[in-house]
């Protein structure tokens, strides 16, 4: 069975731009992470869904950030007028409840 | 002050060595995850432990709810161990906190 999977892979793009990183789970996980990791450093929450609702979306720096999960599968994680400071690596996991399962990642970088 | 603390946070070691990396935390959690991170590549759970001990091969990992600690042994280190391990406290039922990790690298 494939495990979490994230694309695209990198993701490179202009200060002011709009993008879209995509996540595909395990299939049957209810759950479902979004995670952002600066060089150096370790990942920090910024969403958790629990099906299609965002059970806790207090890790999301503002509003130019935003998620969706629209049939409980798949997420979008969307950023509006990108920043350079927004440049990391995007990383999705999802999970049965217990163990999470991350996928490889999108590294986004901010031109 | 970070709710999750790693030490160290880099270690050199040689081939069979025994190895410890130390996780503390201040939060109350409900398990404690550690990772590993290859560089340039994903991130794989090693341990979910929310008490005493657990093993798998020549890795080992235990945990003191009352001192708030974690350790993560290996032993007969090989130079394939070299990688970032994280350690990650999980708060109810979501998310994770992680440290900022601890790379290692071991020397054949």
């Known amino acids: 069975g494939a495990g979490v999977s994230q694309t695209p892979s990198n993701k490179v793009t202009e200060k002011g731009k709009y993008v879209e990183l995509r996540c595909d789970p395990i299939?049957?996980?209810?759950?479902l992470y979004w995670y952002r990791q600066s060089l150096g450093q370790g990942p920090e929450f910024l969403i958790y869904?629990?099906?299609?609702?965002?059970?806790?979306d207090s890790g999301l720096p503002n509003d130019r950030f935003f998620a969706v999960r629209p049939e409980g599968s798949v997420s979008t994680l969307k950023i509006q007028r990108t920043e350079r400071g927004d440049s990391a690596v995007y990383l999705c996991?999802?999970?049965?409840?217990?163990?999470?399962?991350f996928g490889p990642g999108t590294r986004l970088t901010v031109l | 002050k970070n709710e999750v603390e790693q030490s160290p946070q880099n270690l050199t070691a040689q081939e069979g060595e025994f190895i410890t990396i130390n996780c503390s935390y201040s939060?109350?959690?409900?398990?404690l995850h550690w990772l590993q991170q290859h560089p340039g590549g994903g991130i794989v759970s090693l341990f979910m432990?929310?008490?005493g001990k657990k093993k798998h091969g020549r890795l080992i990992a235990t945990i003191n709810i009352q001192e708030k600690h974690s350790s993560l042994h290996i032993t007969a280190s090989h130079p394939r161990d070299s990688a970032v391990y994280i350690c990650?406290?999980?708060?109810?039922?979501?998310?994770?906190?992680f440290g900022t990790g601890t790379r290692l690298q071991v020397f054949p």
């Open positions: 990650a406290v999980r708060l109810g039922a979501d998310k994770l906190i």
């Open positions: 869904f629990q099906g299609t609702g965002a059970a806790d």
């Open positions: 432990l929310s008490s």
């Open positions: 939060v109350g959690i409900s398990a």
């Open positions: 299939s049957g996980h209810t759950a």
């Open positions: 996991a999802s999970s049965l409840g217990g163990e999470q399962f």
